[in-house]
Every structure is written in C-alpha cells, then in structure tokens.
Nanobody
Framework: QVQVAESGGGLVQAGGSLRLSCTAS????????LGWFRQAPGKEREGVAG???????YYADSVKGRFTISKDNAKNTLYLQMNSLKPEDTAMYYC?????????????????WGQGTQVTVSS
C-alpha cells in the first residue's frame, strides 16, 4: 500500500523561509513525476512546483525565484525550499507522485497524494 507524507509546515513571518519534506512508502521516487500543490480556503488546489523523473523542474509563475523543488532518491524524499514567503503563500501544501508523465503542475496527473502540511505566513 502506497503512503505519502508531508512534513515541515508551520507559522512563519513574511519574508521568512520554510522547507517542506515528503516521503513515501510503497513506492520509490526515482522514476516518478513528483509535485507540490497547495490549496487555500475557498480556492482550488494549484500546482506550485514539479520535478520530472529525469530531473527537470517546473514552477508556477507565482513562486518562481522564491521556491526550489528537489529530491534525494537515496532518501526517497522530496523537498520544497520556500524563501521570501508572502501571506498569499498561506495554504495547505500537498505532495503528489505518479509514474506517468502528464502535465507536471496539473493535479489530474497524479494518483498518489499525501494528507498535507499547513503553511501559514503572517504579515
């Protein structure tokens, strides 16, 4: 059974940084497309950053230059380094994985999801 779990969320002041982590059991990230998504109250879940199985990275325009996605295949861990955080980055953040290669920032491309970790940025 596949389980995906995020960690690292919290409360931070605007301009601060957080690093989210995502681990999985039942699948190995090597060979999978991986993504970070977020959902704020009353809004749809949106793609934030993605990394393909061959290591290409993709970002939403709203986070380019501030967020960095990376993975450590040896640790089977996905990361999202978030710098220069803004109040509008406040959301529940989700990790997603799939062996297929679909549009990397589209939630429909992913079969496996974690439960999310809350990020709150105060002004």
């Amino acid at each position: 059974q596949v389980q995906v779990a995020e960690s690292g969320g919290g409360l931070v002041q605007a301009g601060g940084s957080l690093r989210l982590s995502c681990t999985a059991s039942g699948l190995t990230f090597d060979g999978y497309s991986l993504g970070w998504f977020r959902q704020a109250p009353g809004k749809e879940r949106e793609g934030v950053a993605g990394i393909s199985s061959d290591g290409n990275t993709y970002y939403a325009d709203s986070v380019k230059g501030r967020f960095t996605i990376s993975k450590d295949n040896a640790k089977n861990t996905l990361y999202l380094q978030m710098n220069s955080l803004k109040p509008e980055d406040t959301a529940m953040y989700y990790c997603a994985a799939d062996v297929r290669l679909g549009p990397i920032l589209w939630r429909g491309s992913y079969a496996y999801w974690g439960q999310g970790t809350q990020v709150t940025v105060s002004s």
